[in-house]
């Protein structure tokens, strides 16, 4: 079984910055992806980006320029500058890949104010 524990979100005001961490724990398979999604209210779950093993990263469009992903082994960062309020939502750490290989954190509300 994988954990993943998140750090706290927070309020920040918007153009603000604010980093999140996600440490995964247990028996991990390797390859594999780390990542972040967010959920809004009365959205759905969405991609906000990704990094494998191998460092390869993918982002979605409208975080390009302001969120920067990164890890380190079984620990996964995500980055946030320039915050707008779209980006309120519960972001949720993600451990993939390889068969039967899909964990989540327990999620962690960002909220930034206009």
């Known amino acids: 079984q994988v954990q993943l524990v998140e750090s706290r979100g927070g309020l920040v005001q918007a153009g603000g910055s604010l980093r999140l961490s996600c440490a995964a724990s247990g028996r991990i398979f390797s390859p594999n992806t780390m990542g972040w999604y967010r959920q809004a209210p009365g959205k759905q779950r969405e991609l906000v980006a990704t990094?494998?093993?191998?460092?390869s990263t993918n982002y979605a469009d409208f975080v390009k320029g302001r969120f920067t992903i990164s890890r380190d082994n079984a620990r996964v960062y995500l980055q946030m500058n320039s915050l707008k309020s779209e980006d309120t939502a519960v972001y949720y750490c993600?451990?993939?890949?390889?068969?039967?290989?899909?964990?989540w954190g327990q999620g962690t509300q960002v909220t930034v104010s206009s």
């Open positions: 990094v494998t093993s191998g460092g």
């Open positions: 993600n451990l993939g890949g390889g068969i039967n290989q899909n964990y």
